[in-house]
């Protein structure tokens, strides 16, 4: 059974940072591309970054850019996203996602088979 067990979420203050990590488990975790989604309250699920599985090239969302790390672990099936600089507006349930993706898809939630249950991030001084 594949599980991915995202932690780190937490209250931070306008410009404080958090690291989100992501533990997999019951899949071949190099050979799936992974991401980072989140979601507002009354908002659609949103891409915030990905990496692929086989070039290791992270994409990220335009608002997150500079400010967002993504790397992946594959010895420790581990995702993880760095963020510094958060603003409100990046405040949300942070999900992780494993697919087998394209670069075409990989910033479609339709694309991943497998979800984590998401962390809560929250931005507010």
């Known amino acids: 059974q594949v599980q991915l067990a995202e932690s780190g979420g937490d209250l931070v203050q306008p410009g404080g940072s958090l690291t989100l990590s992501c533990v997999a488990s019951g899949l071949t975790f190099r050979g799936y591309g992974l991401a980072w989604f989140r979601q507002a309250p009354g908002k659609e699920r949103e891409f915030v970054a990905a990496i692929k599985a086989t070039s290791g090239n992270v994409y990220y969302e335009d608002s997150v850019k500079g400010r967002f790390t993504m790397s992946r672990d594959n010895a420790k099936n581990t995702v993880t996203l760095q963020m510094n600089s958060l603003k409100p507006d990046d405040a949300a349930v942070y999900y992780c996602?494993?697919?087998?993706?394209?670069?075409?898809?990989?910033?479609?939630?339709?694309?991943?088979?497998?979800w984590g249950q998401g962390t809560q991030v929250t931005v507010s001084s």
């Open positions: 996602a494993a697919g087998r993706v394209i670069s075409s898809s990989l910033r479609f939630p339709a694309s991943y088979y497998y």
